[in-house]
Nanobody
Framework: QGHLVESGGGLVQAGGSLRLSCVFS????????MGWYRQAPGKQRDLVAG???????SYADSVKGRFTISRDNANSAVYLQMNSLKPDDTAVYYC?????????????WGQGTQVTVSS
């Protein structure tokens, strides 16, 4: 949609780290929760980590203790720090902003960034 741009993906060995960034150009995002999703080949897109407008975070069980999501409202960005990466973390990672407004749910998605973890 042209509003979200992700970066930071790449190829890394198992046990390594990557930091994904998502910068967005939206005039009003103060009411939006943010999240990172991932989709591996042949699988559905799943939520990896989320952060609310108040900064509360949640994680998929598979990444708890290894991934950290954070948001920087001043710089219109959300990040995903990924440590102790495993081959099962290989996927395309998508940034998402979500809120409910009078007209219904509003979602913005990035184009995705590939993360490949080699064993």
């Amino acid at each position: 949609q042209g509003h979200l741009v992700e970066s930071g993906g790449g190829l890394v060995q198992a046990g390594g780290s990557l930091r994904l960034s998502c910068v967005f150009s939206l005039s009003d995002f103060s009411d939006m929760d943010m999240g990172w999703y991932r989709q591996a080949p042949g699988k559905q897109r799943d939520l990896v980590a989320g952060i609310t407008t108040r900064g509360s975070t949640s994680y998929a069980d598979s990444v708890k203790g290894r991934f950290t999501i954070s948001r920087d409202n001043a710089n219109s960005a959300v990040y995903l720090q990924m440590n102790s990466l495993k081959p099962d973390d290989t996927a395309v990672y998508y940034c998402n902003l979500h809120t409910m407004r009078v007209g219904g749910p509003v979602d913005y998605w990035g184009q995705g960034t590939q993360v490949t973890v080699s064993s």
